[in-house]
């Protein structure tokens, strides 16, 4: 009796490539799909609130203006810094994109950005990435919603 030194491939009898591990891998963005596609784009009650908060429908107007300008840069850095592998610069982007994403009321880019954070701090950088990868059609849907709250329509 003692310590047993023998692989887990030999314990399983799978190669560590088999399906049920890539599987197990990959189930992980599968998993909160369906939890960010139940998030809204926009969550109104949110922008009443800050609305509420602003004072000014002026001031209300340009802080989400000012979101919509700044919102490429903001997915581009994290998109960056995932790609580079920059663990750090894509966490630090990943907090300022849903702090400000929360702020403006952008429910399911906030929770995305928060996962892909998540992700990075417990090292599954390749998790993030694919997360990640929603980030800009995410900012897409959300711009042309805020456009159309901006705009009345």
Do not use: C
Not at 21 to 34: C, F, I, N
Not at 91 to 112: H, N, P, T
Request: proline share 4%; no cysteine.
């Amino acid at each position: 009796m003692g310590l047993s030194l023998k692989s887990d491939k030999a314990i399983t009898g799978s190669a560590p490539e088999s399906p049920d591990r890539h599987a197990r891998q990959e189930h992980g963005p599968r998993r909160y799909r369906a939890r960010i596609n139940r998030e809204p784009v926009l969550d109104r009650s949110r922008v009443q609130e800050l609305a509420g908060g602003v004072h000014s429908q002026g001031r209300l107007l340009e802080f989400l203006d000012l979101f919509l300008v700044l919102l490429p840069s903001r997915v581009n850095n994290v998109i960056s810094a995932l790609d580079s592998g920059d663990h750090e610069a894509a966490s630090a982007a990943a907090q300022s994109l849903a702090s400000s994403a929360a702020m403006a009321g952008a429910a399911r880019l906030e929770l995305v950005a928060w996962l892909v954070d998540a992700d990075l701090r417990v090292g599954r950088m390749d998790r993030a990435r694919e997360t990640g990868r929603r980030l800009g059609p995410d900012a897409s849907e959300l711009a042309s919603a805020l456009s159309r709250l901006l705009t009345g329509a």
